[in-house]
């Protein structure tokens, strides 16, 4: 009798076990799952936005644009929940004057002269392409962005994410967002989607300025064109007017 209950909860721990293992599999397997289906939920939410963004600055006249890409602006903002987003455009014909749209919930975006001598080490970093990704400030910064470690710390931003991007020819640009509320998270995965979002940005603005080149200079040729004929005169075949 006793071998027989021996053998018996033997065979009850075992299945017990058994069950177990197989609902920690399953477990792990239905987080698995769901962590799989946020991640498509929020790339596609995402991709919405940049579908949205990109269909309201293509259509909207130049006058418009400005005010669009604010908007824009406004939309990553909420999606990112930061504090604030800005998209700084250079052209390399005149560096010293960028064109800034800024938007912010609270605290302020960054200024133009990030990328100045001032701040070395954001300037390097720039210059070579790389995303600034700070989720954690001061820790995630190097010992040698002591400027930077000063300004951010001075204006109390907690999370910061900068990303350089090329526009068009001779053009390039920053799209950056902060929190100054919260430290935040910043994927590699939405550095890329972010940047594609201040190129699409960037391009409409590229797209203004030649809309903008090309009417001037054909109000030019008109003006020009109207000064001819006002100084022409016409000759009959004995040369009298």
């Known amino acids: 009798m006793k071998g027989t209950y021996g053998e018996l909860k033997m065979t009850v721990d075992e299945r017990t076990f058994e069950l177990i293992n197989k609902n920690t599999l399953l477990e792990a397997q239905i987080r698995e799952r769901k962590q799989i289906q946020e991640l498509l939920d929020e790339r596609l939410r995402f991709e919405t936005i940049l579908s949205n963004l990109s269909a ?90 002591g400027n930077e470690r000063d300004f951010l710390l001075h204006e109390g931003y907690k999370s910061i994410l900068i990303i350089p991007f090329r526009a068009g020819i001779g053009n390039w640009g920053l799209i950056a967002f902060g929190s100054i509320q919260a430290e935040r998270k910043w994927s590699i995965e939405l ?42 005169r016409y000759v009959d075949k004995d040369m009298r007017i």
């Open 191 to 232: 550095v890329r989607r972010l940047k594609l979002a201040g190129e699409i940005l960037a391009n409409a603005n590229v797209r203004k300025q030649a809309e903008e080149t090309l009417r001037m200079s054909e109000s030019q040729k008109e003006m020009i064109l109207n000064a001819s004929v006002d100084r022409i």
């Open 56 to 145: 309201a600055v293509i259509s909207v006249s130049a006058g418009g644009l400005e005010r669009e890409i604010d908007s824009a602006i406004g939309t990553l903002i909420a999606y990112l929940e930061a504090d604030w987003g800005s998209l700084i455009l250079f052209d390399n014909h005149s560096p010293m004057e960028p064109v800034i749209i800024s938007s912010a919930v609270c605290g302020k975006p960054l200024p133009s002269d990030i990328v100045g001598a001032k701040y070395p080490w954001f300037r390097e970093k720039i210059n070579r392409g790389e995303a600034i990704i700070l989720g954690k400030i001061p820790d995630d910064l190097v010992p040698e962005a």
